[in-house]
């Protein structure tokens, strides 16, 4: 017999004054430190990209909801983090017609014809990434971006340089100090490890993710990457290179924290956060892509209907002696 | 009981009005299909095989049957003058069923012209290669027919394409068939070229 | 007489075009239609097999039992798809080299057994040749639609006949790869059905 009482007061209840607007707000500030590191590392094309990228996003939005006839919606600055993250995403000397193909993919097959925001099953930005991947390999292949460009660290990527090298000779190029402090050749907002840390612990802080799905998936990663690495050390890198590499944390803290596609007790979001990171390093060690980050949280965002229906009872069900 | 032998006998006579007319129609394309198959698998491996030659070897092919399968030969009069003919073997345990190998060998001095890849359906950009890249099938260029032809891992004389080793297995395979067949058959294909 | 059958065969081009109203014969559509030489290829084939069985169904809808009527109808449009795969195999190899299993497919595909079931079999051989000509059209003109989509996005060129692209982008451009994939099928196909039913809805 359960004793528990909840109690819900009468009405008026206080609003608190949160809305979409502040949350998708606190969101792009938490971006900040991730996203000025990537600029003043990558130069004003790293700005071009942002820039257009996170526009197109919202003219899409804009274009969608005219066509549609529906109110107007990108006030809420729902796509416009949705354009933000996929131009952090993006190497800094992405052509501008690869970043507006990418938005369109993104705002208008991964989230408005679903019926907008929260109804998407799958993270858009994701979708827009997982498209322009599979279309352009070329684009993302971040050695040969960063051509043209002078570091003073090592000018390669690390994951690339783990399929190709083995972990021996990348632990020697890539000391993980330099990694976690963005020196790495990388996608405009991902290399800056640290920084994307204090972006997520400020969204947790203020509650806006919860902390279980970034903390399961880090674990899921550290876990995993042990367990092969301690199989063979020669072959198989340890968990830091791949923790602070390639899209790892952006994913932790952005990607597969996104409202409507991961779930929302407490239980499935740890399995849901434990299992998309294991499948990464399953991709990344023993399949064909150097990072299967997207992949990976895209593959989550499938299982979590099904993950999200391990959840505690509704109130009024199972009473036998009603 | 009406209804039972109308609907009998409606279905047989339309079976039998539409075997027949298929029997047709097949019967009146059957020679246009084996030209089509000649001109846009065959002809063009044949082509690179010998380059130009002196004579018209899809009409003078002739037919040898050998351990119940009937192997098409294709005589060719080279440039320079030597003759060679060309037929196709299939290479069993290529990733995607059978790949189809069509070998030329100079009847005169018993050397391989060379040899290329006609049928096959192997992964594009991996096995395919065997195709598309003549490479690979260039190292049975000039080799005389005691050559050991298999992989060089199985102390044969060819390099396997890498990432396909299945497909290439599966290639030196259709190329060592066709040695065995043209030592075997030689007598009758030379009675043939007469 | 004459304005039924100009209504027959209208219909097919728009009200009912095939894979965009009706939603029918998806397979084809999906698979095919990497360029618009194989839609057309396609269609044609589908047209010719649409044809003919309207026409020998409608005439034989009194001799046929209900009963086995759907054996009976089915035996029709294999024989002529059989006929359009030799034919296809004897005249025009490339193309049913790259169509392959698409074309016996035809015998199956819903749009044939439907038009049978739920047009010839209850109206004229005139009528109904204007009905599979109509419907038949509509459906090339679809793939096409579609595979010159996909094509020109996806590789860049747009194939009418013969292998050889009658237009080409400049090297500037960059393939959308994803679009002649298998999954950029049914992109393609929602957002032409959207566009569709948008223009529709006015």
Redesign the interface.
Same mark, same amino acid.
């Given at each position: 017999m359960n004793n528990n009482k909840l109690t819900v007061s009468h009405a008026p209840f206080w609003h608190d004054g949160d809305s979409l607007f502040q949350m998708n707000l606190n969101i792009m500030i938490a971006t900040l430190p991730a996203v000025i590191f990537g600029i003043i590392q990558f130069g004003t094309p790293a700005v071009g990209v942002l820039a257009l990228s996170l526009s197109s996003a919202m003219v899409w939005e804009l274009i969608m909801n005219v &066509?549609s006839k529906k109110k107007i919606t990108i006030g809420d600055l729902d796509s416009a983090v949705i354009g933000l993250l996929f131009g952090m995403m993006l190497p800094a000397t992405s052509?501008w /017609?690869?970043v507006i193909?990418g938005t369109f993919v993104a705002v208008i &097959?991964g989230k408005m &014809?679903f019926g907008g925001i929260g109804a998407n099953p799958f993270n858009p930005v994701l979708m827009g990434m997982a498209?322009l991947m599979?279309? /352009?390999k070329v684009f993302f292949d971040f050695d040969a971006a960063y051509v043209n460009y002078e570091f003073n660290f090592t000018a390669l990527a690390p994951l690339a340089a783990l399929k190709f090298q083995g972990a021996q000779a990348v632990a020697e190029l890539f000391p993980l100090g330099d990694l976690i402090m963005g020196k790495q050749v990388g996608a405009i907002g991902s290399t800056f490890g640290l920084g994307i840390i204090i972006g997520g612990i400020y969204l947790i802080l203020r509650g806006y993710i919860r902390w279980e799905i970034p903390v399961s998936f880090i674990v899921g990663i550290i876990v995993t990457a042990l367990c092969f690495s301690m199989a063979n050390p020669d072959i198989y890198a340890g968990p830091g290179i791949h923790l602070f590499s390639g899209y790892t944390l952006i994913g932790a803290f952005f990607l597969a924290t996104e409202n409507s596609s991961s779930p929302s007790n407490r239980i499935p979001m740890l399995l849901y956060g434990f299992f998309a990171a294991v499948m990464i390093i399953l991709m990344r060690n023993i399949g064909v892509y150097a990072d299967g980050t997207i992949l990976a949280i895209l593959l989550l965002n499938v299982v979590n209907p099904l993950i999200d229906t391990i959840r505690p009872k509704a109130l009024g069900k199972g009473v036998n002696n009603a | 009981m009406r209804e039972m032998i109308s609907m009998v006998v409606v279905l047989t006579v339309l079976t039998a009005v539409s075997g027949g007319l298929l029997a047709a129609v097949k019967s009146g394309t059957q020679d246009k299909i084996e030209a089509q198959i000649f001109k846009f698998a065959l002809a063009p491996a044949m082509n690179q095989i010998f380059g130009e030659v002196e004579n018209d070897p899809g009409k003078e092919k002739f037919e040898i049957e050998h351990d119940g399968a009937k192997y098409q030969f294709y005589p060719a009069k080279l440039a320079d003058g030597s003759k060679a003919v060309a037929f196709e073997t299939k290479g069993k345990g290529g990733y995607g069923g059978d790949v189809g190998l069509m070998v030329g060998i100079n009847i005169g001095n018993d050397q391989i012209v060379a040899a290329r890849v006609t049928t096959h359906s192997e992964t594009p950009g991996l096995g395919a290669r065997a195709k598309d890249d003549p490479e690979f099938v260039n190292q049975f260029t000039d080799k005389p027919l005691d050559t050991n032809l298999s992989l060089k891992n199985e102390n044969g004389s060819i390099d396997a394409i890498s990432g396909a080793t299945i497909t290439s297995k599966a290639v030196t395979l259709a190329a060592i068939q066709a040695q065995d067949l043209y030592k075997k058959l030689k007598p009758e294909i030379l009675k043939n070229i007469q | 007489m004459a304005q039924s059958l100009a209504k027959e065969f209208t219909k097919g081009l728009w009200a009912e075009i095939p894979p965009f109203r009706l939603v029918l014969g998806l397979c084809p559509v999906l698979a095919v239609t990497k360029t618009v030489e194989n839609g057309i290829g396609m269609g044609v084939a589908t047209t010719f097999v649409l044809v003919f069985a309207n026409l020998l169904i409608s005439l034989l809808r009194n001799v046929i039992p209900s009963k086995v009527r759907i054996a009976c109808y089915i035996v029709i449009i294999a024989t002529f798809v059989t006929i359009v795969e030799l034919v296809m195999q004897a005249y025009t190899y490339e193309l049913f080299l790259k169509l392959g299993i698409f074309i016996p497919l035809i015998v199956v595909n819903c749009i044939v057994l439907g038009r049978a079931e739920a047009f010839a079999s209850k109206n004229g051989p005139a009528l109904s040749v204007a009905d599979g000509l109509g419907i038949g059209i509509g459906f090339t003109l679809s793939l096409a639609a579609l595979g010159a989509v996909r094509e020109i996005l996806g590789a860049g060129t747009i194939t009418i006949w013969g292998g050889n692209p009658v237009f080409e982008m400049g090297p500037a451009f960059h393939p959308f790869a994803f679009m002649v994939e298998a999954p950029g099928a049914f992109v393609a196909l929602g957002l032409m059905l959207a566009i569709m039913n948008l223009i529709g809805s006015k």
């Open positions: &066509i052509p /017609w690869l193909t &097959i &014809i498209f599979l279309s /352009w | - | -």
